[in-house]
């Protein structure tokens, strides 16, 4: 059974860095997708965006500028990086399997990110 | 404002049946794309209730079911039980933004 496992900080200061990490267990890394999703307090699941498991990338363009994902194939994991944080990105962020056809198999169980000073 | 859209919200007493509904366009759900449902219950991580052309994982009643016409797709819930309350999301590919796009969420609440 795969499993996945988010881990990074619960608070991050405003215009600062989020770093957050997913570690996988279980399954394989080659063939999938490795993608994030959050959601804000009250708010609905935004799909941020993907890795494959040889590194090629697809962001939301609502956020291109900021984030950036990276894959380590030999730790199995995979990882999130968003700049320039304000409170809008106060949110449970959530790292998940994705198939060719788009379905996000596998989920984590989630981290709540809190962007205050 | 959801790539997707959804009813906030939809209610049905035990027993009946509720339909909640995913609308999209022709660059996701109309350009052939996959629809899939996830249930969400406060405090835990989305879970695939519906996947493809009307699958469910193993463990999903089928009292679950997915169809899709042109650019929309619904998710029929029949013999509704109080544990059915829960949100609902649907999700698709758009190869506009080149990514998953997610419905905005329907709150189902059991009468």
């Known amino acids: 059974q795969v499993q996945l496992q988010e881990s990074g900080p619960g608070l991050v200061k405003p215009s600062e860095t989020l770093s957050l990490t997913c570690t996988v267990s279980g399954g394989s890394i080659s063939g999938y997708f490795w993608s994030w999703i959050r959601q804000p307090p009250g708010k609905g699941l935004e799909w941020l965006g993907h890795v494959s498991y040889s590194g090629s990338t697809s962001y939301n363009p609502s956020l291109k500028s900021r984030i950036s994902l990276s894959v380590d194939t030999s730790k199995r994991q995979f990882s999130l990086k968003l700049t320039s944080l304000t409170a809008a990105d106060t949110a449970v962020y959530y790292c998940?399997?994705?198939?060719?056809?788009?379905?996000?198999?596998?989920w984590g169980q989630g981290t709540l990110v809190t962007v205050a000073s | 404002q959801s790539v997707l859209t959804q009813p906030p919200s939809v209610s049905g007493a035990p027993g009946q049946r509720v339909s909640i509904s995913c609308t999209g366009s022709s660059s996701n759900i109309g350009a052939g794309y996959d629809v899939n449902w996830y249930q969400v219950l406060p405090g835990t991580a989305p879970k695939v209730l519906i996947y493809g052309r009307n699958n469910r994982p193993s463990g999903v009643p089928d009292r679950f079911s997915g169809s899709k016409s042109g650019t929309s797709a619904s998710l029929a819930i029949t013999g509704l039980q109080a544990d059915d309350e829960a949100d609902y999301y649907c999700q698709s590919y758009d190869n506009t933004l080149s990514g998953s796009v997610f419905g905005g969420g329907t709150k189902l609440t059991v009468l």
């Open positions: 998940a399997r994705e198939t060719a056809t788009r379905l996000l198999d596998f």
